[in-house]
């Protein structure tokens, strides 16, 4: 765990637990402007949290923030080869393992949407095609629901309280608010790298349990700490993302946070990306992550090599497969 020097008292909002707790200052390099900002790490639950919540978030999430920006999509396939692929994709993820499902897979081309998204679609245990999904902060272009829809899942919608008005995006109905806002019943809730975004976590895990039906699932992807990129880049971790990452769970924060709000952890993976590991050593340097010095813009006086880059997908992948990456999914289960 990365040495403070500074302890500070401290409530924690996760777990309530009140103690004299380490303090970091962690920097804004996503853009580069070096602001600073206090956190605070529990040591109960182990959740990394920024110790006062900005009053100006808006100001955090400027347009060409990456989940407002446009994306393009694949077209869906159409006439009976596009049947077919629905037919697979809803078979695959409904009733894993089902033969008639391998059967016709043997005989057409992967899917690519659900080759790249269908795990979370088996996890979820629907009971149908037709069940109720939503994604929480999934900006203006929900390129996963949009991915689902093209599998034949078909009660998809997004909300996003960042976004500028409601839209639609390929289809689907995406609405400028909160999950408080929201009404019906769904089988599943996901939060893709947005439930650090909220002001109060446990209260918007609680509206999720509000909304998603017995046995239903909702999918929490989140920063980890207690795991190697916070044990290995401290306060450059790229994860970090100060302001906007108000906080970054422990794996043993969200089995507290399950409780405290009517789930039960189900299963638990980890899904870091070989970036993480450039961008945390591109801040070790005080090289933000839209600078034109930055692997991010492809440019020539990048740091590393493409040989580099490779590498440390590789070396994310060994730490997924460790449990022990920068980034976890959680499943948790309506009880």
């Known amino acids: 765990m990365p040495h403070s020097s500074r302890h500070t008292p401290f409530a924690c909002r996760i777990c309530g637990a009140e103690a004299s707790c380490p303090e970091y200052t962690v920097r804004e390099m996503m853009y580069g402007t070096r602001e600073t900002f206090r956190y605070v790490q529990c040591a109960q639950c182990g959740c990394l949290q920024i110790a006062e919540i900005p009053g100006d978030l808006a100001r955090h999430y400027p347009a060409d923030y990456y ?12 006439g009976l080869k596009g049947r077919l692929v629905r037919w697979y994709c809803r078979s695959a993820a409904l009733r894993p393992g089902s033969a008639w499902a391998a059967a016709v897979r043997s005989r057409l081309p992967i899917p690519a949407d659900f080759d790249e998204f269908g795990h979370y679609l088996v996890e979820a245990r629907l009971q149908s095609a037709n069940e109720r999904i939503l994604d929480v902060g999934c900006g203006s272009s929900p390129h996963r629901l949009a991915a689902f829809a093209r599998c034949g899942f078909t009660a998809v919608e997004g909300v996003d309280p960042f976004i500028p008005a409601d839209t639609r995006y390929h289809g689907i109905p995406v609405y400028r608010k909160t999950i408080d806002q929201v009404d019906g019943r ?6 893709h790298h947005s439930l650090e975004h909220v002001p109060d976590p446990v209260a918007t895990l609680k509206t999720a349990a509000r909304l998603i039906r017995p046995g239903g699932t909702c999918l929490v992807r989140i920063p980890v700490t207690d795991t190697y990129f916070w044990n290995t880049f401290g306060v450059d971790w790229a994860e970090l993302d100060a302001p906007r990452h108000l906080y970054l769970m422990a794996p043993r924060t969200m089995d507290t946070l399950a409780h405290q709000t009517g789930f039960r952890l189900r299963k638990t993976t980890f899904d870091s ?16 992550l839209r600078d034109p010095r930055s692997f991010a813009n492809g440019g020539t006086s990048q740091m590393f090599t493409a040989d580099q880059l490779k590498q440390f997908e590789v070396q994310a992948q060994a730490l997924n ?11 948790l289960e309506k009880v």
């Open 67 to 78: 989940s407002q920006l446009p994306r393009d999509e694949p077209a869906a396939a159409q």
């Open 186 to 191: 769904f089988g599943l809730i996901m939060f």
């Open 273 to 288: 990306q070989g970036w993480e590991i450039a961008a945390s050593q591109q801040y070790q340097a005080d090289i933000p």
């Open 321 to 331: 497969s460790a449990a022990d990456a920068g980034r976890a999914c959680f499943y």
